[in-house]
């Protein structure tokens, strides 16, 4: 196989603050909507009490990223770590802990990845106003992300604003709505998205306005969707889909305005967010550096009526929602499905990667892409994951030939870099190329074991890809 891979690819590996820091409230940290949906679920140690136990380990754990050969890790900074309750007092502790991180991983020749937000919203904010719902919210944001690149800024010089704000926008606990009535639920769910968009433009601009030459942009959730036939109304189905779940952000980050197909929803559902008229200027000046793509799987769709019952709306089926007059999502028969009901798709990378790079030509990095399974530690101590050693290989196999196919694509950052809370199945389903020995209800020493995965990918970043 020809090498596409240039001398300075980022191989990375990523995480986020609420899956393997822990200490949950150490040191001033407030506690954030991740905390109260994981105790909700457990009131034991599968949660962000402990996770990966990160915030006591970071130096052990960077010197096994280290080992790896990481070029770049990219992690999330806690907001409620740097400022407790979301807009009052910043915790200097927070920003010790964050610096201590970003040195260590200088001084081992690791560049900082840093994402702003990745789905732990600071719980005093949803207290004083349901969170995103206010457009207070936006501006707590951007005075965060201002505290962030004045105490960081010298040394990260690449800055992710939201972590699949497309993907969390769907999860009701995500965006805390516990109490919201079911036919305000659109509503509220399309202004509080308004509302990150806001935030992400505002932080963007302020980031080109303190850090002149220093990159940032949005990590999506991606879809790449097939229609369920050759069906004229398939292919619209398939094309809507994406639209609606990802390519509707990507417009709204690329070009600061929603697509037509998009306001025609809003406005028929009569939902359509309350916006400024300064908002317009803030949101076209935000254009992103870069595109961060987190890529598991692709989907189907075929077309679905509208129906007396449905004229219009969304049909919830959590993160795969259907949509009514537009799509319904299909099981694909031609791909593996993982434990966790993914469709393994490769060659769906490839298309997503090509397909973005036409519409928005912009460089892009792959933030997110692995496998979550459970994993057995066997008797000789070890971890042998040679499914996921044969998903990453075929995934970054794609991205050698999407790079081929003229994609700019600077770099691959498996999730994940260690085993971490998973969003829904704590440690049960692990990402991880490094094994933390714990169970949902059992710490135990919470000990780092290297997977063959480890060793695969420290041989891949060796060679600088596949032999
Ligand atoms: C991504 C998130 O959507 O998917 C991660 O950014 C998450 O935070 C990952 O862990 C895998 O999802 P899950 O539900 O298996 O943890």
Request: contains cysteine; proline residues 4%.
């Amino acid at each position: 196989m020809t090498n596409y891979f240039s001398k300075d690819f980022w191989w990375g590996a990523s995480s986020s603050a609420f899956q393997v820091e822990g200490a949950w409230d150490e040191d001033g940290k407030g506690k954030t909507v991740a905390d109260y949906n994981a105790f909700q679920k457990s009131d034991v140690q599968a949660d962000t009490r402990v996770a990966s136990d990160f915030y006591h380990n970071y130096k052990e754990d960077i010197l096994l990223m280290k080992e790896l050969g990481l070029k770049a890790y990219r992690f999330s900074i806690s907001w409620a770590r740097i400022i407790p309750d979301g807009d009052g007092e910043v915790n200097q502790k927070g920003i010790d802990f964050y610096n201590n991180v970003i040195d260590f991983l200088i001084e081992n020749d690791i560049i900082p990845f840093v994402t702003l937000y990745h789905f732990d919203l600071p719980f005093a904010l949803v207290e004083k106003y349901n969170g995103w719902e206010s457009r207070d919210c936006a501006f707590a944001f951007e005075r965060f992300a201002r505290t962030c690149f004045e105490a960081f800024g010298d040394r990260v010089k690449h800055w992710q604003v939201h972590n699949e704000q497309n993907l969390m926008i769907r999860v009701n606990i995500r965006m805390n709505m516990y109490d919201v009535p079911s036919e305000q639920a659109e509503k509220v769910r399309a202004q509080m998205d308004y509302h990150m968009f806001l935030a992400h433009a505002l932080a963007t601009n302020a980031c080109r306005e303190m850090l002149p030459g220093v990159q940032i942009g949005p990590a999506v959730s991606s879809t790449m969707t097939y229609p369920s036939s050759n069906r004229p109304e398939d292919v619209w189905a398939a094309r809507m889909n994406d639209n609606f779940k990802t390519n509707y952000a990507l417009e709204m980050y690329c070009f600061g305005e929603y697509p037509g197909y998009y306001k025609e929803y809003l406005n028929k559902c009569d939902i359509y967010p309350e916006t400024k008229p300064e908002d317009e200027e803030i949101l076209k000046a935000s254009k992103p550096d870069y595109i961060a793509v987190n890529y598991y799987r692709t989907l189907v769709a075929s077309y679905l009526p509208a129906d007396e019952a449905h004229p219009f709306g969304t049909k919830k089926n959590d993160i795969d929602f259907d949509l009514y007059g537009y799509f319904k999502i299909e099981k694909n028969p031609n791909l593996e499905v993982t434990d966790y009901g993914i469709q393994v798709d490769p060659t769906g990378l490839r298309l997503l990667l090509n397909d973005y790079y036409e519409k928005y030509r912009l460089p892009m990095i792959i933030t997110e892409n692995g496998l979550g399974t459970g994993d057995q530690l066997t008797e000789d101590g070890k971890i042998h994951d040679d499914y996921r050693i044969e998903y990453l290989e075929n995934h970054i196999a794609a991205c050698n030939d999407a790079i081929s196919d003229g994609v700019e694509l600077f770099g691959y950052c498996p999730w994940s870099v260690m085993d971490l809370l998973s969003s829904r199945q704590g440690f049960m389903k692990r990402y991880g190329l490094v094994y933390i020995d714990r169970e949902d209800f059992d710490l135990k020493e919470l000990r780092r074991i290297k997977k063959d995965s480890f060793y695969w990918y420290q041989d891949v970043i060796k060679n600088n890809g596949l032999n």
